[in-house]
């Protein structure tokens, strides 16, 4: 087990370049099953998300080849298999993009699926209403959803809720289906436009992605392609906050900062400086934080997967903050933790009503999932004194070397072994 370890209060400043989206590469990676010919993957993240997935396609028997640190090389013409066993999928939830992408490729797919999480409740059944107006039948055994079909067929699909993962699956089924496919109600997240633009790469006919109505005509077959995944829209948030936390003067490079827009609105509300050019922002804390409200919701609006870094941010404004959660049950769970360094936070059910205090101090602490850890990434670098970030198994799901990009910038953060309890030794 391995923990981060930071020193608090220095200012971060220079300059950081943002990696892949991990949630555009979780739905490539899938994706590329459905080519009839090899594919060619750029900026690919290094996280462990990606690992999983990667173990995903080799298992299924795709020739997985990594040709630099950030690009893949996917052959799937040899996979053999349509089923995806629960020791491959229990550590990324995003691995029923197999259900969408199998289940076009061969009609079939079999995969099982990681239950709840720490977000909340998380249902499939947007995914399984769609996969059934394409023709497919569903039954589910021992956690493991199976989906058959004889012929899937265009189909119209109007989801009761905006869902990224639905979108996402469903767009890959119906890439090869007979016929055209309309889903209305649709997610707009930049991940979804990138699919997109990644599928149509290889020949399939996708338009309307970025709107909520996305029409495929499905087409038979689909060729390789090289592709170059856009950056990751939360990634380059979490540095905008951490700029502003540390008091900090931080260029972002390779950024698209259309997708940053609602993030760089409030950082604005709030007193952080946020300068836009053609593919980076420079984000300078001005040393003076004010109060804002927030409601996350789905894109264009305010990402719930920024909601704790920047409440963590609020935890150092001047007045009283409130910030609504519009998409998870359960994504405050962070806050107990903050409040041990010092943060004055109240939360009911849905709300978080944060009073600003002057100073974070360190404490130990826990990433209970993969925001959280960045939340408390950034109280930590913060905050007065030491902190200790346990579970970093977490952040390391979703960010490329974050200590070594933190450390380029300034700060004294360290990844240090946890020695197993001496106490605990003597009586095994
Ligand atoms: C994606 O999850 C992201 N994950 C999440 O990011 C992100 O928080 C979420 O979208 C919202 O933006 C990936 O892209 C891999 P949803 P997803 O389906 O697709 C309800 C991170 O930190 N719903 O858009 O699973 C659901 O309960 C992760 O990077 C149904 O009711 O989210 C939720 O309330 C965490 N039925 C809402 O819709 C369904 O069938 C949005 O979920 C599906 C979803």
């Given at each position: 087990?391995?923990?981060?370890?930071?020193?608090?209060?220095?200012?971060?400043?220079?300059?950081?370049?943002?990696?892949?989206?991990?949630?555009?590469?979780?739905?490539?990676?899938?994706?590329?099953?459905?080519?009839?010919?090899?594919?060619?993957?750029?900026?690919?993240?290094?996280?462990?998300?990606?690992?999983?997935?990667?173990?995903?396609?080799?298992?299924?028997?795709?020739?997985?080849?990594?040709?630099?640190?950030?690009?893949?090389?996917?052959?799937?013409?040899?996979?053999?298999?349509?089923?995806?066993?629960?020791?491959?999928t229990k550590n990324m939830r995003a691995?029923y993009?197999?259900?969408?992408?199998?289940?076009?490729?061969?009609?079939?797919?079999?995969?099982?699926l990681p239950g709840g999480c720490d977000l909340g409740s998380r249902p499939?059944?947007?995914?399984?209403?769609?996969?059934?107006?394409?023709?497919?039948?569903?039954?589910?055994?021992?956690?493991?959803?199976?989906?058959?079909?004889?012929?899937?067929?265009?189909?119209?699909?109007?989801?009761?809720?905006?869902?990224?993962?639905?979108?996402?699956?469903?767009?890959?089924?119906?890439?090869?289906?007979?016929?055209?496919?309309?889903?209305?109600?649709?997610?707009?997240?930049?991940?979804?436009?990138?699919?997109?633009?990644?599928?149509?790469?290889?020949?399939?006919?996708?338009?309307?992605?970025?709107?909520?109505?996305?029409?495929?005509?499905?087409?038979?077959?689909?060729?390789?392609?090289?592709?170059?995944?856009?950056?990751?829209?939360?990634?380059?948030?979490?540095?905008?906050?951490?700029?502003?936390?540390?008091?900090?003067?931080?260029?972002?490079?390779?950024?698209?900062?259309?997708?940053?827009?609602?993030?760089?609105?409030?950082?604005?509300?709030?007193?952080?400086?946020?300068?836009?050019?053609?593919?980076?922002?420079?984000?300078?804390?001005?040393?003076?934080?004010?109060?804002?409200?927030?409601?996350?919701?789905?894109?264009?609006?305010?990402?719930?997967?920024?909601?704790?870094?920047?409440?963590?941010?609020?935890?150092?404004?001047?007045?009283?903050?409130?910030?609504?959660?519009?998409?998870w049950d359960n994504r405050?769970k962070?806050?107990?933790?903050?409040?041990?360094?010092?943060?004055?936070?109240?939360?009911?059910?849905?709300?978080?009503?944060?009073?600003?205090?002057?100073?974070?101090?360190?404490?130990?602490?826990?990433?209970s999932d993969l925001r959280a850890?960045?939340?408390?990434?950034?109280?930590?670098?913060?905050?007065?004194?030491?902190?200790?970030?346990?579970?970093?198994?977490y952040?390391?799901r979703?960010?490329?070397?974050?200590?070594?990009?933190?450390?380029?910038?300034?700060?004294?953060?360290?990844?240090?072994?946890?020695?197993?309890?001496?106490?605990?030794?003597?009586?095994?």
């Open positions: 087990m391995e923990k981060y370890v930071i020193e608090g209060g220095h200012r971060l400043q220079g300059e950081v370049v943002i990696s892949g989206a991990k949630n555009a590469a979780v739905a490539i990676l899938p994706a590329v099953i459905l080519s009839d010919e090899p594919c060619t993957i750029e900026n690919v993240p290094n996280i462990s998300d990606i690992d999983c997935a990667i173990k995903i396609l080799l298992r299924l028997g795709a020739e997985v080849r990594m040709i630099n640190r950030s690009t893949l090389y996917i052959d799937p013409r040899k996979i053999h298999s349509h089923t995806v066993e629960y020791d491959l691995s993009y197999f259900l969408g992408s199998l289940l076009g490729k061969v009609g079939r797919a079999d995969v099982s499939i059944d947007q995914h399984l209403k769609g996969f059934a107006s394409l023709g497919a039948t569903d039954t589910m055994e021992g956690g493991m959803v199976h989906l058959t079909t004889d012929h899937l067929t265009g189909g119209r699909v109007y989801f009761d809720v905006v869902t990224v993962g639905a979108t996402v699956n469903i767009m890959l089924a119906a890439c090869k289906a007979d016929g055209m496919t309309i889903i209305e109600n649709a997610a707009k997240e930049p991940h979804i436009v990138d699919l997109a633009n990644f599928l149509n790469s290889m020949g399939a006919d996708i338009m309307g992605a970025g709107t909520d109505v996305i029409k495929i005509r499905g087409v038979q077959y689909l060729h390789g392609t090289q592709y170059s995944i856009i950056p990751d829209q939360i990634e380059a948030g979490t540095f905008m906050v951490i700029a502003a936390a540390t008091e900090g003067d931080v260029l972002i490079r390779g950024v698209i900062p259309k997708h940053l827009e609602s993030i760089t609105v409030k950082l604005q509300k709030i007193g952080v400086s946020v300068e836009e050019y053609d593919d980076s922002v420079r984000v300078r804390g001005t040393g003076h934080l004010q109060k804002t409200s927030i409601k996350t919701m789905p894109h264009p609006g305010f990402p719930t997967d920024m909601q704790p870094q920047i409440s963590t941010l609020l935890t150092m404004a001047e007045g009283t903050s409130i910030v609504t959660e519009g998409i405050f962070y806050v107990d933790e903050l409040r041990r360094m010092g943060a004055d936070i109240s939360v009911d059910g849905k709300v978080a009503v944060i009073q600003g205090v002057d100073r974070l101090k360190g404490a130990p602490v826990k990433a850890g960045a939340a408390m990434i950034i109280a930590g670098l913060a905050a007065e004194g030491i902190t200790e970030i346990e579970n970093i198994h952040i390391e979703g960010y490329e070397d974050i200590e070594k990009k933190l450390r380029a910038l300034g700060a004294n953060i360290k990844k240090v072994g946890i020695p197993e309890d001496g106490l605990l030794k003597q009586v095994r």
